[in-house]
């Protein structure tokens, strides 16, 4: 099915009552873009604080209607809605639907990371020639970690490098699940994945049913999770909350634990660092691009 698209560039002031303007006038979805893109004052947004939704400076807001939209009429009620709008600021084109996910999964190709352990997406049937092979298959949805990202990849590369035979494991921050299977693919007897993200929950649950491990994974909200110590522990969120949560981490592993964490940008580690020092040792740094793992094991 079309859709109609209309776009408009904003002041980040303005951004807020203009996207419940545009929702109210029975918008569909609205996507917040830099208008700035491509120009030398374009700003990444790469960690938000705690609390924070950032937002840049000039923002153009797209939003989607139903094809068959009065168009006349949904510009006139913006502009009541929102009098200071001029007709003039309101692009209008018609856009072709399109599984948005099936076409990123159009590019989305097998992946090694380690000696063993293959990333496969759900359209492509892996070898059987490769008996040493560890194949998750995945679909990742909307929810984070595919293996692409330097941080997934980062801890991916750190579990195929352990011995997770009839370990447990505690994943915080499991995203589409890919690191909480990819640990029982390699052995690990259960996994506990934690995400704040419900929509996390749902895609990790389905990637874990599609490789046959989800009576083996374990899935919550961080509220619900009760710490239980687990002989292994992953973390790939970011650096503010990594921080944060480092108490509520060092229960999560028993003595002698491996542990990793990832989602930390270059310059970020030496700080986390002096953090994780109370609680764990051997630390070591791993950089792929611009992003940090930090590894080490549980104190007794």
């Not at 797209?62 to 309101?90: I, K, M, N, Y």
């Not at 989305?108 to 040493?132: C, H, Q, S, V």
């Not at 003595?255 to 051997?282: N, R, V």
């Amino acid at each position: 099915m079309p859709f109609l698209e209309l776009s408009l560039a904003v002041h980040q002031s303005d951004q807020e009552r203009i996207e419940l303007a545009l929702e109210e006038a029975g918008a569909l979805a609205v996507t917040l873009l830099d208008a700035e893109v491509d120009t030398p004052n374009e700003r990444a947004i790469l960690e938000p604080g705690v609390g924070e939704t950032p937002v840049w400076d000039r923002i153009v807001l797209s939003a989607l209607f139903d094809a068959d939209t009065d168009r006349a009429g949904l510009v006139h009620l913006l502009c009541e809605l929102a009098p200071d709008l001029e007709p003039d600021q309101l692009r209008l084109r018609d856009v072709a639907d399109q599984d948005w996910t099936r076409v990123w999964m159009d590019d989305f190709k097998p992946m090694r990371f380690g000696r063993r352990l293959w990333i496969y997406p759900w359209n492509i049937e892996p070898p059987t020639d490769d008996a040493d092979a560890i194949v998750v298959r995945l679909d990742p949805g909307l929810a984070f970690g595919t293996g692409t990202h330097p941080t997934t990849a980062l801890c991916l590369e750190w579990l195929d490098s352990l011995d997770l035979a009839g370990k447990s494991v505690v994943d915080y921050g499991c995203g589409s699940g890919v690191l909480a299977i990819a640990a029982l693919k390699l052995g690990a007897a259960r996994v506990d994945g934690i995400d704040n993200d419900p929509q996390a929950i749902v895609a990790s649950r389905d990637n874990a049913e599609r490789n046959g491990v989800a009576d083996r994974l374990a899935l919550y909200l961080p509220d619900a999770f009760a710490h239980e110590p687990a002989d292994v522990f992953v973390a790939n969120i970011l650096a503010g909350p990594l921080a944060q949560l480092a108490p509520r981490f060092a229960q999560c592993a028993k003595p002698g634990a491996p542990f990793a964490l990832s989602g930390i940008l270059q310059g970020q580690q030496d700080e986390l660092l002096a953090i994780y020092a109370q609680w764990f040792g051997d630390l070591a740094v791993a950089t792929r691009e611009d992003w940090v793992r930090i590894s080490g094991r549980r104190r007794a």
